[in-house]
């Protein structure tokens, strides 16, 4: 009923950066918190950045004042902005949405995840 498709990851070198955008489609009727996690090999996933509706934002300590989420809520889609990559930050990054779903039967709010896509950063 709702897909997430993350795009612009890769390889960064130390200091650099990258935006990564997720768009979602389907069956929505409406969007509430989107964010972005990460995993990073061999360590559970963790929140890295959330946004609400109106704007509100959340970050994890680690990446205040380096990475930036936004979202365009036209066009079901939201950005991370990652500056001053350092290698602690190479991770699958997910993101995902809250999502209201409106059928003739039901209103129901589920969470869904993008595939996720890597993010390495090293010289």
């Known amino acids: 009923q709702v897909q997430l498709v993350e795009s612009g990851g890769g390889l960064v070198q130390p200091g650099g950066s990258l935006r990564l955008s997720c768009a979602a489609s389907g069956q929505i009727f409406s969007i509430l918190s989107m964010g972005w996690y990460r995993q990073a090999p061999g360590k559970q996933r963790e929140l890295v950045a959330a946004i609400t509706t109106r704007g509100s934002t959340n970050y994890v300590d680690s990446v205040k004042g380096r990475f930036t989420i936004s979202r365009d809520n036209a066009k079901n889609t939201v950005f991370l902005q990652m500056n001053s990559l350092n290698p602690g930050d190479t991770a699958v990054y997910y993101c995902?949405?809250?999502?209201?779903?409106?059928?003739?039967?039901?209103?129901?709010?589920?969470?869904?995840w993008g595939q996720g896509t890597q993010v390495t950063v090293s010289s």
């Open positions: 995902n949405a809250d999502v209201t779903v409106v059928t003739s039967l039901t209103s129901r709010t589920n969470r869904y």
